[in-house]
């Protein structure tokens, strides 16, 4: 069974809303999904309602930007009970601090010589504020597409060339998201239940064992084995690590976009497919 247990919508930093997400993949097949924006669940009655109506088997998904002592993760979490009135508190107290941090931020690139409307900008995103939304809205004015293409040297910059310029240059300072205490999350999953799984481990060189271990030891129930991110090698051992832990494997194509500009590939779906058969213990999420 086709599967896509990591997708982002319009809630976060993906481009379609869950409503066109669902009709996207039910176009390729997939039969279960699980939509994880970031550090939101808002639009999850809008993905449940459109799976229902294409038939595809709904997983309530969230992906968390966590922080385990001084280590930064990702973690995909499935199965929560999403109306959780401290799930919503936690998840809003991480927007605000996300705010603030972006605010800060914007000003100063204006005082780098930027013209940026922050507060037009910042009330556009109630629930989460991606870097590449705020990118392409910066790009939007005429006077910063000049400033851009001068200081880029480039008459064409793409977006991922103008985040590292702009947002994640360490001369000129990197825009941190907001991280939750991985213990907190624990904590709040004795409560809501769920599976809480390792996002793309391969994507960081963050395959080691004994960080694996800790993980399995505080409560971690997975890994993301089949990503976009993941080379075959990586994918082979994340397999093997997940046997040797008794770890469940999961897999998602991180959707967010259609390319554009003409490029034969638009989307990780032009190459990529998660057949659930592949994943060691998934249908404990799936079920």
Not at 170 to 177: A, P, S, T, V, Y
Request: contains cysteine.
């Amino acid at each position: 069974m086709l599967i896509d247990l990591q997708l982002h919508s319009t809630y976060s930093d993906g481009y379609l809303t869950p409503t066109e997400l669902v009709k996207f993949i039910a176009s390729r097949g997939v039969k279960a999904a699980a939509l994880t924006d970031h550090n939101t669940v808002g639009g999850l009655d809008e993905f449940r309602q459109a799976c229902q109506k294409n038939k595809i088997i709904f997983i309530a998904g969230l992906e968390l930007y966590v922080k385990l002592n001084n280590r930064k993760l990702n973690l995909l979490w499935y199965n929560f009970n999403d109306n959780n009135p401290e799930l919503h508190q936690l998840l809003r107290d991480s927007h605000i601090r996300r705010r603030s941090l972006v605010r800060k931020f914007l000003k100063n690139l204006n005082k780098r010589g930027f013209k940026i409307e922050i507060n037009k900008v910042l009330d556009k995103y109630t629930h989460y504020i991606p870097v590449n939304r705020i990118a392409g809205d910066i790009l939007a004015s005429p006077f910063n597409q000049v400033k851009i293409k001068k200081d880029l040297k480039n008459i064409n910059p793409r977006e991922t060339e103008i985040i590292k310029e702009y947002f994640n240059n360490k001369r000129e300072g990197i825009l941190r998201e907001s991280y939750l205490n991985i213990n907190k999350v624990l904590k709040l999953r004795k409560k809501i239940g769920g599976q809480l799984i390792f996002n793309h481990p391969g994507k960081h060189s963050q395959l080691k064992i004994e960080l694996l271990k800790k993980l399995k030891k505080i409560g971690i129930d997975g890994l993301e084995a089949i990503s976009p991110h993941h080379s075959i090698g990586a994918i082979m051992y994340i397999q093997y690590l997940a046997r040797k832990l008794g770890l469940i494997t999961t897999g998602g194509s991180d959707f967010h976009r259609f390319e554009g500009e003409g490029f034969p590939l638009q989307s990780t779906y032009d190459y990529f497919k998660v057949d659930s058969k592949k994943l060691r213990g998934v249908k404990k999420i799936i079920a």
